[in-house]
């Protein structure tokens, strides 16, 4: 990556495995200082002491998106200790495998507290750091999914209706924001990387059962890597990336 960003902060969520597992590793491996959240701390924990050698550093915490207090405390944290947050990556998801009339509104509850309104609760806080410590060249980057962009894309894949609505809400989120900041003359970047299937833990077992071509998450974490190494005047919006032949 470009000498801006070495030493720079990044916070990625759902770091503890999958797509958040190979930013960690890429970005620590490019000397940013990196704070790697989860509800499992542990695996963090146990990443950080692997990457011990890599020119940068990883920071573990422990937080669960779909609690408002344990986002402030990392925010908290971030301040206290590294100074601000440079970029921001949103990884972290959950999906419940239920359909629309067999799943209980308490199931379309958890996966948006954590897909979308943990996200935007998140994305709001390193906002407001980022203005008090006067960053205007900070970068927001949400890891979106192609159903949310179109849902019908997802119809052979394991993913609930609750999970395809929180992602087309982050969408529309992610559109929202960056005309909010282009309104207020802001050079943050919000960018949009939207995968197709992914060989991660939720989707593992599937893909032994419907074996197919799928991504790996070094796959989405080069695009990461792309987009977040243009210039300053150049925005990648939007990156749409899935296994060849995959349709949309």
Request: glycine fraction near 6%; charge should be neutral; include cysteine.
């Amino acid at each position: 990556m470009e000498q801006r960003w070495a030493d720079k902060v990044a916070l990625i969520t759902g770091a503890s495995s999958g797509i958040g597992k190979c930013l960690v590793e890429c970005l620590v491996g490019k000397g940013l200082k990196v704070i790697g959240v989860a509800r499992r701390v542990d695996k963090i924990k146990a990443l950080a002491e692997e990457l011990k050698s890599k020119p940068g550093k990883l920071f573990p915490l422990q937080c669960d998106l779909s609690n408002q207090n344990a986002i402030l405390r990392v925010l908290e944290w971030a301040e206290k200790n590294l100074g601000a947050v440079d970029i921001l990556i949103n990884n972290a998801a959950i999906n419940i495998d239920v359909s629309f009339q067999s799943g209980e509104m308490e199931d379309w509850k958890k996966v948006f507290d954590v897909n979308f309104l943990g996200l935007t609760c998140m994305t709001k806080e390193v906002l407001k750091l980022m203005k008090k410590k006067g960053i205007d060249n900070g970068v927001i980057l949400n890891i979106n999914d192609v159903c949310g962009l179109k849902a019908s894309s997802c119809c052979d894949r394991p993913m609930s209706p609750a999970y395809i609505a929180s992602k087309s809400a982050l969408n529309a989120l992610t559109e929202s924001l960056r005309s909010e900041l282009a309104q207020l003359e802001s050079n943050i970047k919000v960018i949009s990387i939207s995968p197709g299937l992914v060989e991660t833990e939720m989707s593992v077992q599937w893909l032994k059962e419907n074996p197919r071509l799928a991504l790996k998450p070094k796959d989405v974490s080069d695009c990461v890597l792309f987009s977040l190494q243009c210039p300053d005047n150049v925005l990648i919006k939007e990156l749409v990336v899935t296994p060849i032949r995959e349709s949309m």
